[in-house]
């Protein structure tokens, strides 16, 4: 992660510019397209990019934004801003959605949370639990979302 602040054990990780600088090496010299998996999302620019919490605005990092851009990613997948999940966007600043199902020449997707603890979204729904599909079909990617459900009543989650 690249806020040493969210850190919490002495476990963690927390890269540094040298690694990305590493890391964007390394997707230049690839014979086929990338995709970045990171637990911190980029940056974005506004209430429906990947990053923005509701408290802290968009917290994403500048530096997964230049991985981006100087390797030429057109892919990635940032789960860690559990709110911010269950949408994907074109561009790593968040300004352009891609509906669910629909291919992309360029997508990043936080598929929210996967665990079941009730997390309140952006989008005002309440997730207690998802996952998603990512497909990669000639030069491009789309995406599918699964939510569970509870059922009224119980605490028992079920599939969709």
Not at 19 to 26: C, N, S
Not at 41 to 50: A, D, K
Not at 135 to 156: D, P, S, V, W
Request: glycine share 10%; hydrophobic share 30%.
């Amino acid at each position: 992660y690249h806020d040493a602040n969210y850190i919490n054990c002495k476990e963690g990780c927390q890269y540094y510019k040298a690694d990305v600088d590493d890391l964007i090496q390394e997707a230049l010299r690839a014979k086929t397209p990338v995709a970045l998996i990171s637990h911190g999302p980029p940056r974005g620019s506004g209430e429906q990019s990947l990053d923005f919490t509701g408290n802290g605005g968009n917290v994403g990092d500048e530096q997964i934004n230049r991985a981006l851009r100087d390797a030429k990613i057109r892919f990635g997948i940032f789960s860690n801003i559990k709110e911010a999940g269950a949408r994907a966007t074109a561009d790593a600043e968040g300004t352009t959605a891609v509906a669910e199902g629909t291919p992309s020449a360029t997508l990043y997707l936080n598929p929210g949370p996967a665990d079941s603890s009730r997390w309140e979204m952006n989008d005002r729904t309440t997730s207690v639990g998802m996952a998603a599909l990512f497909e990669f079909k000639e030069g491009q990617a789309q995406f599918k979302l699964h939510r569970l459900k509870t059922q009224a009543g119980t605490k028992k989650r079920s599939p969709r």
